[in-house]
């Protein structure tokens, strides 16, 4: 790390359990006059659209709920005309990162403000890059775009919104999480920042994440939590990720497999295939997590041994056939990853057979 960037980016972050409530009083400070709300149905089921509508009062426009996993253009598009027809001039984006996803897009079309309202863990929400899923030549590819324009303005991080979230989608998130900060230590436009934003968060989420997914109702341990995912989202905001991020980006653009599941599938495996190249990296993470091993590969070993143990303990899928890929889907995800520049990132080079298997080996 002799030479590095870094760019930092104007926002307010508010944390907290009924951070939510602040609505109000961030639109009046910012002379924000109307939102509109990009999110999904699970909102309106649970009464968080209801309660947003309500907080807003007259500043409030319209709601667009129906996003979808991975950021459709289309989705993208109804939320352009949606933000237009109200005249918006802030959007409040509320859940996940496809939500968030969602309303970067239109921002970064419109040019309006957002004010993020996570409901998973995925980071999303401080990060200048979103992903939309577009078809092209007949394959569906999740295409990301970098704009400082899209970082949200301001973050409200209600841990309380959290207590809902169902424990797969806990789990996943988490691990998707995790993730940041596994490749941020690794990645080769790492600074002392994001290290030490990995580093911490990692350490947070390790020790809170099975908590959360046992006792979902534990404001504390969500808390903290949401607090290592807000240090995963720093540490990924400011460098490129690498092979696991490529990988799960294909997964899900090209065949649908949700995000944070694909995390908790490739991750163990990234971490195997980098554990010679990144070793010291790696093993600095173990180390924070309390893994004690022999020098720095068996340390990034055990690292990756502890994320797959993880992934049963925690119940989630961790082979590509038990999420619906097929084996013949194998070639094509390998050609498309192996193309994808956030693969190219990666530390350790990959040619396309080598990515096949890799692939193999988690299929
Ligand atoms: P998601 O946003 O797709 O949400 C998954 C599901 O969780 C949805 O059905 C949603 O309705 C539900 N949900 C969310 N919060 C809930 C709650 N509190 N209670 C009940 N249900 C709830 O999943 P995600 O993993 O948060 O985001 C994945 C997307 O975000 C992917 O498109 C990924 O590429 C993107 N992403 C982007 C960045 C970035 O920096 N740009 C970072 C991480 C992820």
């Known amino acids: 790390m002799d030479k590095f960037r870094y760019a930092s980016y104007p926002q307010e972050i508010i944390f907290g359990a009924g951070a939510l409530e602040q609505i109000g009083v961030v639109l009046a400070q910012n002379n924000w006059t109307r939102a509109c709300l990009v999110t999904t149905h699970s909102q309106r ?17 319209a709601a667009f709920d129906a996003t979808q996993p991975h950021v459709p253009q289309q989705n993208v598009d109804d939320a ?20 968030i996803g969602v309303a970067k897009a239109t921002c970064h079309a419109l040019e309006i403000p957002i004010i993020a309202i996570p409901t998973t863990y995925a980071g999303s929400e401080v990060t200048p890059v979103f992903g939309v899923t577009r078809e092209r030549d007949g394959v569906a590819r999740k295409e990301t775009v970098n704009h400082p324009r899209v970082v949200p303005r301001v973050v409200l991080y209600d841990p309380a919104l959290t207590l809902d979230l169902p424990r797969e989608l806990t789990a996943s998130t988490g691990i998707n999480a995790f993730a940041h900060c596994v490749e941020a230590v690794y990645s080769a436009a790492r600074n002392p920042l994001s290290s030490a934003a990995a580093l ?11 908590r959360c997914v046992e006792q979902g109702a534990d404001l504390r341990a969500r808390s903290e939590l949401m607090q290592g995912a807000y240090l995963a989202g720093m540490a990924l905001a400011n460098v490129a ?7 799960c980006h294909v997964l899900g653009g090209t065949l649908n497999v949700p995000h944070g599941i694909a995390n908790a599938i490739v991750l163990p495996h ?15 993470l173990a180390r924070e997590i309390g893994i004690e091993a022999e020098g720095d590969e068996l340390a990034a070993r055990e690292l990756g041994k502890r994320v797959a143990q993880w992934t ?29 520049k956030t693969v190219q990132n990666n530390p350790k080079k ?14």
């Open 45 to 61: 089921v649970n009464g968080n659209l209801a309660r947003l509508q309500n907080l807003l009062g007259a500043k409030w426009g």
């Open 80 to 99: 352009i005309q949606l933000a237009r027809e109200h005249n918006a001039d802030v959007l409040v984006a509320l859940g996940g990162g496809s939500a």
């Open 200 to 210: 911490y968060g990692a350490r947070l989420i390790y020790r809170t994440l099975p």
């Open 241 to 247: 990720m690498g092979l696991h991020h490529g990988v």
């Open 270 to 284: 990234a971490i195997r295939f980098n554990a010679d190249a990144c070793a010291a990296e790696l093993a600095q």
């Open 312 to 340: 049963r303990l925690m119940q989630l899928p961790a082979r590509l056939r038990d999420v619906g890929v097929r084996e013949t889907d194998l070639e094509l995800v390998a050609r498309l990853a192996a193309n994808s």
């Open 350 to 363: 990959i040619s396309e057979a080598e990515m096949q298997n890799f692939l193999s080996e988690m299929w």
